[in-house]
């Protein structure tokens, strides 16, 4: 059996190195290198093109979103499956949305994460229950009194989350690439969708939540 060729990007070592032990217990599958940041996460797709890229969501640099529209755009054969120790319902649905092909959570057993890689290489997708639930309910028609950042779309929920870090509108039209009028077109759309008036609550309410 040719194993299932793996890249680990999470900026924690323990992480990286616990995942390291338990797929060396497996020998359907083999990491071929680890990453610390999302730009070194890019760069190791590029250079080996593993089946599987499993990434923590919190790394420095490129916004999980940029990386999977950046690995979509250049038609790379790498599936994403995204773990993270926050809420699912805060990023599994703009992640699914953005192109992972999967969403789990560190709080899941390490047999359960490797499983789901088995089956994200597999060309499954892979979600939680909860997040199972919501996309059925998205599919019905939307959920029942969704929170307020839900409602936004994926590029929405990207231009929230820079907002609620206390980036400017010029900062994020530069990082995004994209025109400043169309980051105030985003926030305009944010701020009815939410019912957040101003950039101060913006960030009180992605602070509250701890999603950046």
Excluded: W
């Amino acid at each position: 059996m040719t194993p299932i060729r793996v890249a680990v990007a999470d900026h924690h070592p323990v992480v990286r190195k616990g995942l390291e032990v338990v797929m060396g217990d497996r020998p359907d599958l083999a990491i071929v290198g680890t990453a610390v940041d999302r730009q070194s996460a890019i760069d190791l797709c590029r250079k080996e093109s593993p089946e599987v890229l499993l990434t923590g969501i919190s790394l420095p640099g490129p916004s999980i979103f940029e990386m999977l529209q950046v690995l979509r755009r250049e038609k790379s054969p790498t599936q994403v499956l995204v773990f993270s120790g926050r809420s699912e319902e805060d990023y599994a649905l703009s992640c699914m949305d953005a192109g992972a092909a999967g969403f789990v959570s560190k709080e899941q057993s390490p047999e359960e994460i490797l499983d789901a890689v088995t089956k994200v290489a597999a060309g499954q997708r892979v979600v939680s229950a909860a997040v199972s639930a919501q996309l059925a309910a998205r599919v019905l028609g939307g959920s029942e009194d969704p929170v307020a950042h839900q409602r936004l779309s994926t590029r929405e929920f990207e231009v929230f989350l820079l907002l609620g870090s206390g980036n400017s509108v010029g900062v994020i039209a530069r990082r995004l690439g994209i025109s400043p009028k169309t980051v105030s077109t985003h926030r305009a759309n944010i701020c009815e969708k939410t019912g957040l008036a101003t950039n101060a609550e913006i960030i009180r309410y992605v602070v509250a939540r701890e999603l950046a």
